[in-house]
C-alpha cells in the first residue's frame, strides 16, 4: 500500500475525548472513527488489525471442533421471552420494533437463537456433543460506553455454544474451550490469566474470566504471584487427550485469581498481587438453563427425554484490539506484535525527489509485496521527521528507511519497532534479511 493513496486520517494532536493510550493511539492513527456514543468505524487499518484478530481467533475455534456459523444482528423478542431473559435483562438490550408491530432486538448475546437453531434439528444423543460459533456484532446499551473500542455499545464478539448429554461430556467442552482460549491469547502474543468469575446475567455456576493485566484495565483483580511462573501457553496438551488436558486444567485453577466480585481474602494465598486487568474472554457452564425453559431434549441412550447440558464462550474481538495497544506501545505510538501488525513492514522514503532513492524504494516495495508480506509505503514528500514520527505511530514491525546517502553506498537501514533496535543492511540482501528476520518473529508465537 502507498500511503500517498491510502485512506489512513492520522492526528497530530492527542485527542481530548481519549482517557486512555489505547483509544488515543486508535483516533491518532486513524484506525476508528467515532459515529456516536460507543459505535466506531473502523477505517481502512484499523479493519486489518481486526481482520487479523478475527483469523487467529477463528483458527483456534476450528482446531479445537467448534464449527462456524453466522446467526442474525436482529432477533425476535419471543425467544427471550421464552427464555425468561425479555425483561431480566433490562436496558442494556436495544429494543425494536418493526412495521408490523413485532418486537425485535440487537442481539446482546445468543444462547436464545442458538438453544432454538438446536432444538429445532437434534434430537437424539448420537448427534451430540455439538460445537457452533460465530463471530458477530453485538449491541449492550452500556450506562458508560468509554476507553474507545475497549467498552463499545456495538462491539464485535466471538460466541460459541457447546451442547452435550451430561454434564460430565459438558464439563470436558468446558475445559477443551479454556484451552483454545490460553491457546488462542498465545497466538495473538499475549498473557492472559483465567480467573475465577461471577455468572451475571448468563447465569450458571462454573465460569472464567480470562484476564490482560494492565494498570488501565476495568476490572480489579487478585493474582498468586506463581502466576510470573507459569506456563500460559497449552503446553503441547490436546485436546482428545481427556486425562492431560484435565490435569492441565486442575493445575491452573487450583492457582488463586479472582476478580473482585468474588475475591475472598480468607481463602486467598499470603503472596498475592492486587492489581487491574483488562477482560478479554469469559466462558459459562450453565447445564439446563436454557434448555429446560426453551425445551431443547434429547432422547438418551434409554430412549429417555432429557434437556441438554450447554455451556457458552466469548471473546471481545474488538476489545483486544484496544487491549493488545494497552500492553504494546510507547510514547511515540503503537508496537504491534507482529501476528495482527495491520503491515509487516513499512518503508520510509527519506528523499522522494531524488530518482535513485525513488527507484529503490520502488524497487523494494514490489519484492517484499511480492513475497507475501503487508507492506506500507511511505512516498509522500514530507519531511523526514514526519514520517520518521508517522510510521513510528503506525507501529509496523520492521521499518526501511531509504535515503540517498546510504543509497550510494548500497545500503539501507532497518528499524524494528518492538525493541528501538537499529542496523544497516546491504540492499543486495536485504529481501532475504526481511523474510528471515519476519518469520524468526513469527515462529515465537
Ligand atoms: C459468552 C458468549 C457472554 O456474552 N454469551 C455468549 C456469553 N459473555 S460476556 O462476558 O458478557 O461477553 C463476552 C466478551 O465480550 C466482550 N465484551 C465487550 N467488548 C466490548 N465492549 C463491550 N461493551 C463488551 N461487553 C462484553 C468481553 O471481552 C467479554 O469477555
Redo the contacts with the bound molecule.
Keep these: 500500500m502507498r500511503l500517498s493513496q491510502y485512506f489512513l486520517p492520522t492526528l497530530k494532536e492527542d485527542p481530548k475525548e481519549a482517557e486512555i493510550a489505547s483509544h488515543r493511539l486508535m483516533l491518532r492513527a486513524g484506525m476508528i472513527q467515532q459515529n456516536g456514543a460507543?459505535v466506531y468505524t473502523w477505517l481502512p487499518m484499523g479493519l486489518r488489525v481486526l481482520r487479523k484478530i478475527e483469523a487467529i481467533v477463528r483458527r483456534n475455534q476450528d482446531a479445537a471442533g467448534a464449527q462456524e456459523c453466522l446467526m442474525p444482528t436482529i432477533q425476535s423478542a419471543d425467544l427471550w421471552k421464552e427464555s425468561g431473559r425479555y425483561d431480566a435483562y433490562g436496558k442494556e438490550m436495544l429494543r425494536i420494533t418493526d412495521r408490523h408491530d413485532r418486537e425485535m432486538l440487537y442481539g446482546?448475546?445468543?444462547?436464545e437463537v442458538i438453544t432454538d437453531i438446536f432444538r429445532s434439528h437434534i434430537k437424539s444423543y448420537k448427534d451430540l456433543p455439538k460445537n457452533l460459533y460465530h463471530i458477530q456484532w453485538k449491541f449492550?446499551d452500556?450506562i458508560r460506553?468509554r476507553f474507545g473500542?475497549?467498552?463499545?455499545?456495538e462491539?464485535l464478539?466471538k460466541?460459541?455454544y457447546s451442547f452435550d448429554l451430561t454434564k460430565e461430556d459438558a464439563e470436558y467442552s468446558y475445559k477443551k474451550m479454556f484451552l483454545a482460549y490460553l491457546k488462542t491469547f498465545r497466538d495473538l502474543g499475549l498473557r492472559v490469566i483465567p480467573m475465577k468469575a461471577d455468572t451475571?446475567p448468563?447465569g450458571g455456576d462454573l465460569s472464567h474470566?480470562?484476564i490482560l493485566l494492565a494498570e488501565t484495565g476495568e476490572s480489579e483483580v487478585f493474582v498468586d504471584a506463581k502466576w510470573n511462573e507459569v506456563d500460559l501457553a497449552g503446553k503441547d496438551i490436546h485436546y482428545n487427550n481427556k486425562p492431560q488436558l484435565e490435569a492441565y486444567f486442575d493445575e491452573l485453577t487450583n492457582i488463586y485469581a479472582a476478580t473482585d466480585e468474588i475475591h475472598n481474602p480468607e481463602t486467598a494465598p499470603k503472596d498475592i498481587i492486587q492489581t487491574r486487568g483488562i477482560?478479554?474472554?469469559?466462558?459459562?457452564y450453565f447445564g439446563t438453563k436454557y434448555s429446560e425453559a426453551m425445551n431443547a431434549t434429547v432422547q438418551n441412550k434409554d430412549g429417555k427425554t432429557v434437556p441438554v447440558e450447554m455451556g457458552?464462550?466469548?471473546?471481545?474481538v474488538?476489545?483486544l484490539v484496544g487491549a493488545i495497544i494497552e500492553a504494546s506501545h510507547d510514547e511515540a505510538g503503537i508496537k504491534w506484535p507482529s501476528e495482527i501488525a495491520p503491515f509487516d513492514v513499512g518503508i520510509i522514503n527519506l528523499k522522494v525527489g531524488d530518482e535513485q532513492t525513488s527507484k529503490l524504494c520502488e524497487d523494494v516495495y514490489t519484492k517484499i509485496s511480492a513475497t507475501g508480506l503487508d507492506v506500507l509505503y511511505d512516498d509522500r514528500d514530507t519531511s523526514a521527521g514526519a514520517k520518521f514520527a508517522n510510521m513510528d505511530l503506525i507501529g509496523a514491525p520492521w521499518q526501511i528507511i531509504v535515503g540517498p546517502k546510504g543509497v550510494k553506498m548500497g545500503m539501507v537501514e532497518m528499524k524494528q519497532r518492538m525493541t528501538g533496535e537499529k542496523f544497516d543492511v546491504k540492499i543486495s540482501s536485504l529481501i532475504e534479511t526481511i523474510t528471515t528476520k519476519l518469520s524468526d518473529l513469527k515462529k515465537g508465537y
Design positions: 460507543g446482546p448475546t445468543n444462547e449492550r452500556e460506553p473500542v475497549m467498552r463499545g455499545r462491539f464478539m460466541d460459541n451475571g448468563i474470566e480470562f477482560e478479554v474472554g469469559h466462558i459459562f457458552s464462550y466469548g471473546i471481545g474488538s476489545r
